[in-house]
């Protein structure tokens, strides 16, 4: 039976060196007030010290909440996440080298947990080849501290595989939203359902004790056994939550019931886009869906492809998913990103990737920071100049999330994103009209770290698009083709001049549809 204690008590259960396993996306499914419980411990004590925490997805606010609670330097001392950028104080200790970090596909994080809880070695998987995952490449390394070899390359049957090891788990660090008296966990107004119940059993299975912070107690014997998602017989300790800001559902909402299933909003009440250059963007992108599609939408420009069907009318002709789990409904966009308005079904964590992996996925739409000739994208890790030293580059990072999982295997992945680094342009008359050149190029001979492999992509025979507001490339036997072009956009100033290679033009150019940049499309046919 699982003991009701307070988060000063659940951190002084947590020794030095342990192996911490959190679960969620954004802050559902963060344990926020037992976090900062640890790392007050810390501070007025020295313990608990050298922890190391593996983590799925961005855990966070992007602002002070979230895992960039525990960036206290000497808490921490190994990091292993699929997605850092939302943890600005950790990322500053990766940054210095005061604690090694790995960055892993978000898919093989959330499903390890199961291959540790059933003590198998661990998961064999093409996720991540030709990445900067691979061990010939980076190894997922992040920094310089980080030495410790996670990913091996091995060879089955005589094809390549990438073989990510498991290990022994001393604390599951989860949260619900009601725990009855013997511990059994509910996630009635969570979002996602996360992977909390294979990180709590993969604790369990190790010999460690699993923590779940909630909001509400109930009754033994009230909850109804189809909604308990974390069963008591693996708590071992829980903390109902003192502060309302410990259990905010996304990063950027406290509770929508919509997100929870608990009720469907108007499809009318979600706003549509003012038109622009990135709703030309996804725009265009939207195009590349067909009816009956099961489609994955990344953040950003990206998740903007669910406001333009429904605004066409269309949203019900294609199956729009979510990493976290949703299928059906409308992805939301950053801040609330990983949960969905009116979704059809929610699964948890692990299992939507065993779909993905599988290649469940039609199309994919995700995001486009950096792309080479070679057709590799980049949106994990950046050289920035340093705002002190302008002559000198830092690194700026993120991981991957769910991004290597998801572009290598959807069986079309069209990369979408400004064509310049923060460019000014607006639509005027139906062209796109450019104010301001960018200050950085996106288009580079070789891209800083490689999250999306173009030459995989290539052998794969997989079909992979690159939208932008200036135009759109194909990758055509593995080299990069112009193929549309924007109305007002001459190819060579605008295009070919401002990129580190040459790219291929295609014979037949065409023009991008001109009613794409007026302010009514009514143009997606499905």
Not at 464 to 480: A, P, S
């Amino acid at each position: 039976m699982a003991k009701f204690i307070t988060a000063r008590e659940a951190a002084q259960l947590i020794r030095d060196k342990a192996t911490v396993g959190v679960a969620g996306i954004g802050l559902s499914g963060w344990p926020e007030e037992v976090a900062v419980a640890i790392a007050d411990l810390y501070k007025e004590t020295g313990h608990p010290k050298g922890l190391t925490i593996k983590q799925g997805s961005a855990m966070g606010d992007w602002k002070e909440r979230g895992m960039t609670r525990l960036g206290v330097e000497g808490l921490v001392s190994n990091w292993s996440a699929a997605h850092i950028g939302s943890a600005f104080a950790m990322n500053e200790l990766v940054k210095a080298n005061k604690l090694a970090c790995h960055c892993l596909p978000q898919g093989v994080i959330v499903n390890l947990w199961r291959e540790i809880a059933a003590h198998r070695p661990g998961i064999i998987t093409k996720v991540g080849l030709g990445t900067f995952v691979d061990p010939r490449i980076e190894g997922g390394k992040m920094n310089e501290a980080a030495t410790e070899e996670l990913v091996e390359l091995i060879t089955l049957n005589g094809e390549e595989y990438l073989f990510y090891k498991s290990f022994p788990l001393d604390v599951a660090l989860l949260r619900g939203t009601t725990a009855d008296e013997d511990g059994n966990i509910t996630f009635e107004n969570e979002g996602p359902i996360n992977e909390g119940y294979a990180v709590a059993e993969a604790a369990k299975n190790s010999g460690g004790i699993v923590i779940v912070q909630v909001q509400y107690t109930a009754q033994r014997g009230t909850l109804h056994p189809k909604q308990v998602k974390i069963p008591g017989a693996l708590v071992d300790y829980v903390v109902v939550a003192t502060d309302i800001n410990a259990c905010w559902q996304t990063e950027g909402t406290y509770y929508e019931p919509a997100f929870a299933g608990n009720m469907k909003k108007p499809l009318e009440g979600i706003p549509s886009l003012p038109l622009s250059p990135r709703k030309v963007i996804a725009r265009r992108c939207a195009k590349e869906l067909k009816a009956g599609n099961i489609v994955n939408l990344g953040v950003g420009i990206p998740s903007e492809v669910a406001g333009i069907v429904t605004e066409e009318g269309h949203i019900d002709k294609i199956i729009l998913t979510t990493e976290s789990g949703t299928f059906g409904g409308v992805p939301a966009p950053l801040p609330n990103f990983g949960s969905a308005y009116n979704a059809q079904a929610n699964v948890d964590h692990g299992s939507m990737f065993d779909f993905y992996d599988g290649g469940g996925c039609d199309v994919a739409v995700l995001g486009l920071a950096q792309a080479d000739e070679d057709g590799n994208i980049n949106v994990s890790k950046f050289y920035i100049p340093d705002k002190k030293d302008p002559g000198k580059k830092v690194p700026r990072l993120f991981g991957p999330g769910g991004f290597i999982n998801i572009s290598q295997a959807s069986k079309k992945v069209v990369f979408a994103g400004m064509f310049a680094d923060k460019s000014k342009e607006e639509i005027r008359d139906g062209k796109i009209a450019i104010l301001e050149e960018g200050k950085g190029r996106k288009f580079l001979k070789e891209v800083e770290q490689i999250t999306f492999s173009g030459k995989y992509a290539a052998r794969s025979g997989q079909e992979v698009l690159y939208v932008t507001e200036r135009c759109v490339f194909r990758l055509i036997d593995g080299k990069m083709t112009v193929v549309e072009i924007a109305p007002g956009i001459d190819l060579k100033r605008d295009i070919l001049d401002k990129m580190e290679f040459a790219p291929e033009v295609a014979s037949d150019l065409k023009e991008m549809e001109a009613a794409m940049f007026e302010e009514s499309w009514g143009g997606l046919e499905m």
